[in-house]
Structures are given as structure tokens and as C-alpha cells.
């Protein structure tokens, strides 16, 4: 049985304002909610994890260096995010991967660190308009799950979130039928990787997830949750989501 997963990601936006926004949502939670986790920027890891101290939400960073400690200025590792009280790390995001030309293989040494530091890591995959387009759509996701993976990983370490490039920010999804598609191939593809044990790794959908979308698509066998973007800023937009994951 897998637990479900709300997790958002905050992006760079993060002030007094917003913390008091996780205050509200910390208070709103039961016990027997989903797993709830937000990922704000790391200057605000440790307020997060002091605003939500005692309640069932959990904090996450949105990134970290493969390395533990060095010369890399402005980077933060594994190890410091996990001191700072957070759970998790979200790796290999989409924009990370642009903006700061992140290959696979340095996603893959990012979640190994991530892995090795305690912290549950968040590997995002997802594909462009013009591969959504293409012949290949499901290979080429296969192949950047793959070519991204750590060596070894479980329900307890890894979880996965395949948010469609095109469809961030944008307001746009796909079809149920597509995300149910992906995410079968994903699951048989973790299986045959990892054996059935995989059976316990979380796949989340990411992408323009919102209260009025959210109940469509956590009625795919395989969305184990959500990793959403612009509508976990605020506590409104964000219990609705949580509240569809929990009657799902
Ligand atoms: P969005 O972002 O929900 O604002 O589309 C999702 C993400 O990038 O994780």
C-alpha cells in the first residue's frame, strides 16, 4: 500500500506572508491525511520547519549538490538541507534542468547524495511539447527516468514525479488517458528495474494541477499524489487538493 503524497513546490517565492500560509495549512491537517510536504527556497527550510513542528506536514528542499561539502559558492548539499530538519529533496526539476543545464547524470549524483543524506528524494521527469508530439513520447520518458536513477532505491527513499514540461505553469494537462498510460509505463518500468519492491515507490503528476483538476486525475491507479507548483502557495488552493487525494 502506498501512502499518498501532496507535495508542493514553492519555486523562488517564499516571504513572512507565505509562512503564515503554512501555518494555516499546518493547522487544517488530521493525522490521517495524506503525506503533505512543501518545499520552500532553502534560506526558509528551517522557519518552515519550525512553523509546521508538531503538525503532519513535512518540509523538503527544491535542490542539492551532489557533493557533501566545497568549493561550489552558492550551492547547498544534501547533508546542510537534511540539518536544517527537512525530509525531503526534489531533484532534476525541469527548470533546474534548464536553467542550469542539469544533465541526467547529474541528477542521478544528486539524488544518490540526496539518498544518502536521509532525505526522501523527489526525481522529476517529463517531456517537451515537441517530444509529447513525437513518435516516442513514452520512450524518451522511459529513457530520462533511467538514465536518471540511483543504483538502488525504495518506497522509503524515492519518489517519482512526471510533470510534462509543457504542461507547468501553463494551465494545461494532459488527458487522463495520457497520465494513466505514463504512469503504468512508469511503474513496469521501476519494476523491471528495481523488482517488485518498486511496487512501494510513489509516482506523483505534476503540471498545472489545481482544485478543479485534482479529483480527475488522482482516479489513476498509478498517481500516487501530486507535486504542484503556483496552487501550494496558498492554504485555499492547496487543502482542496489535499482533500481530493484523501477521498481517492
Ligand atoms: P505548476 O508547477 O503546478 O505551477 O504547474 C508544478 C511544478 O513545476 O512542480
Known amino acids: ?53 508538531g503538525s503532519p506536514v513535512g518540509i523538503g528542499g527544491q535542490d542539492c549538490h551532489a557533493a557533501r561539502t566545497g568549493a561550489h559558492t552558492g550551492d547547498v548539499s544534501a547533508p546542510m538541507i537534511a540539518a536544517t530538519g527537512a525530509q525531503a529533496v526534489i531533484v532534476g526539476h525541469s527548470e533546474r534542468r534548464a536553467e542550469h543545464h542539469e544533465t541526467s547524470e547529474i541528477v542521478r549524483a544528486k539524488a544518490t547524495a540526496a539518498m544518502a543524506a536521509g532525505l526522501t528524494t523527489i526525481l522529476c521527469i517529463g517531456e517537451s511539447e515537441e517530444e509529447r508530439l513525437g513518435n516516442d513520447t513514452l520512450k524518451h520518458i522511459a529513457d ?11 518506497g522509503d527513499t524515492l519518489v517519482i514525479a ?6 507547468i505553469g501553463t494551465g494545461r494537462v494532459p488527458t487522463l488517458d495520457q497520465i494513466v498510460e505514463t504512469h503504468d509505463m512508469l511503474r513496469d518500468e521501476l519494476v523491471g528495474r528495481f523488482g517488485p519492491d518498486a511496487m512501494t515507490i510513489r509516482l ?15 482516479t489513476a491507479d498509478n498517481v500516487d499524489g501530486a507535486l504542484v507548483g503556483g496552487a501550494s502557495l496558498k492554504a485555499a488552493d492547496f487543502q482542496p487538493i489535499i482533500a481530493a487525494l484523501a477521498a481517492s
Not at 512526471?162 to 504542461?167: D, F, R, V
Open 204 to 218: 506523483l503528476y505534476g503540471g498545472s494541477v489545481k482544485p478543479t483538476n485534482a479529483a480527475e486525475i488522482f
Open 144 to 154: 530520462l527516468m533511467h538514465a536518471s536513477l540511483p543504483d538502488a532505491a525504495t
Open 1 to 53: 500500500m502506498r501512502r499518498k503524497l501532496a507535495a508542493g513546490n514553492w519555486k523562488m517565492n517564499g516571504d513572512a506572508a507565505l509562512l503564515g500560509e503554512l501555518a494555516t495549512l499546518a493547522g487544517q491537517q488530521a493525522d490521517t491525511a495524506p503525506e503533505i510536504l512543501i518545499c520552500p527556497p532553502h534560506p526558509l527550510l528551517a522557519h518552515a520547519v519550525s512553523v509546521t513542528d
Open 162 to 167: 512526471y510533470e510534462p514540461i509543457w504542461a
